[in-house]
């Protein structure tokens, strides 16, 4: 398996190394729907080829496919923001040899596809591979390429994956993660992301594709670069993002917060945040405080007042229907930043999703207020992603993004 030029697992055997902690409950938050929305109009958009995600093939869960050439860090990538694995620990693991399907443990179900990039799959005299199973329903490709190694290789097969893709699946974002950039000095990954986007738009256009949905990042398994890249990628899979948005400028606005983010707390990932410029200091600061606070929650499980993560992280299933959950109980804390004296809240919205924000010295005082308006956006949030009943939201996306917020 080592250097992966076997006969790849045919997509639909499902995963062949141990299976990762799954974790479904009737109260999981019901994003398929929102998928289902995309797909639709996306076909109506432009009459795209766009399959039914609930066919029995793909169970409606929208899927990342990761590919990329032998050890340009895949398995790293997927293990480390996936599964909580310390980065050092990448250097035992094995590399993708053959198509793994992974199921995560996060808000949206996704499913990421470890696929290795050196397999060519548009032309493999020993084994065909069933277009539709693999691209059929994916939201975005991810191609990891290997900054540290010579990439021409890499960046050729990008680049005949990409016009197989724009073919018969030109909804696909392709996201190009240039990975391991943490051994590089600034200038250098510049360059290097420089020569790799030339290098792939001079082949589009010379092929005669133009505008096709390809974007960079810079990435390290090393730092926070690869969940923010990560947020980026799922970011533009969630329809509607607007008013998400909305909804934590307003808050921002009402509450005078620096910055607000809707994480992904198992993935740290976030969802959405305002409309503020980004700021990787503060995604840094916030994603270290959902870390505090799992582990926190991990020793002094009871803390929590809801119990909710501490049952999370040992798996026991949230068996309580959403409304009770919302209703009743939830985990909440904060702690002032010793640098700047803002203080920091964080809130839970249901058992994946966090509201994390930073605020201004001297909130602390406005705290009643500032609950209040957490409260609201909190509902809105829950409405927002309980499309299982669509007509209930109330006030439509003016109604959503504008909550009453009590101004501070
Ligand atoms: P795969 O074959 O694409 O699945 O590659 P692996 O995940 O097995 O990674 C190959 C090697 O790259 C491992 O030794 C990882 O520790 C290393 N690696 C992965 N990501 C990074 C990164 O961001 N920076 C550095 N320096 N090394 C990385």
Not at 23 to 41: F, K, M, T
Not at 310 to 325: C, S, V
């Amino acid at each position: 398996a080592e250097d992966g030029d076997d006969v790849p697992a045919d997509p639909s055997t499902g995963p062949t190394r141990p299976p990762p902690i799954r974790y479904i409950s009737p109260a999981a938050l019901n994003l398929h729907h929102v998928y289902e929305q995309n797909r639709q109009r996306l076909q109506k958009k432009d009459g795209a080829k766009v399959p039914d995600p609930t066919t029995p093939q793909t169970k409606g869960k929208p899927r990342l496919l990761l590919m990329g050439q032998r050890r340009s860090g895949k398995s790293s990538i997927s293990s480390v923001v996936f599964h909580k694995l310390p980065p050092s620990e990448t250097l035992f693991l094995e590399s993708t040899a053959r198509i793994q399907k992974d199921s995560l443990n996060s808000f949206m179900e996704f499913q990421v596809w470890d696929f290795p990039g050196q397999i060519d799959i548009f032309d493999n005299p020993n084994f065909t591979f069933d277009m539709d199973a693999i691209f059929g329903e994916i939201g975005a490709l991810i191609w990891v390429i290997d900054a540290q190694d010579d990439y021409l290789e890499a960046v050729a097969r990008l680049n005949s994956t990409i016009l197989h893709l724009q073919r018969s699946y030109p909804h696909i974002n392709i996201e190009v993660f240039i990975h391991k950039v943490d051994g590089l000095s600034d200038d250098y990954r510049l360059d290097i992301q420089r020569d790799v986007t030339i290098r792939i738009q001079d082949e589009l256009s010379d092929q005669g594709v133009e505008n096709a949905p390809v974007n960079f990042h810079l990435t390290s398994i090393y730092n926070h670069s690869i969940f923010e890249a990560f947020s980026k990628v799922i970011q533009k899979l969630i329809p509607r993002l607007g008013q998400l948005e909305a909804m934590l400028t307003n808050l921002c606005r009402t509450c005078r917060f620096e910055k607000a983010y809707l994480f992904d707390v198992n993935t740290k990932i976030y969802i959405a945040t305002d409309s503020t410029p980004e700021d990787m200091a503060s995604y840094e600061i916030c994603s270290d405080y959902v870390d505090v606070i799992i582990d926190f929650t991990e020793v002094y499980g009871s803390w929590s007042r809801s119990d909710q993560w501490r049952e999370r992280l040992e798996g026991e299933p949230w068996a309580q229907p959403l409304d009770e959950q919302v209703a009743c109980e939830w985990a909440e804390s904060g702690m002032v930043l010793a640098d700047a004296r803002r203080p920091i809240m964080l809130r839970e919205v249901d058992r994946f999703l966090a509201l994390v924000a930073i605020m201004k010295e001297g909130s602390y005082e406005k705290m009643p207020q500032i609950n209040m308006n957490i409260d609201v956006v909190v509902k809105g949030l829950t409405e927002f992603f309980e499309i299982t009943k669509p007509k209930e939201v109330v006030g439509g996306p003016q109604g959503l993004a504008s909550p009453g917020l009590v101004q501070e």
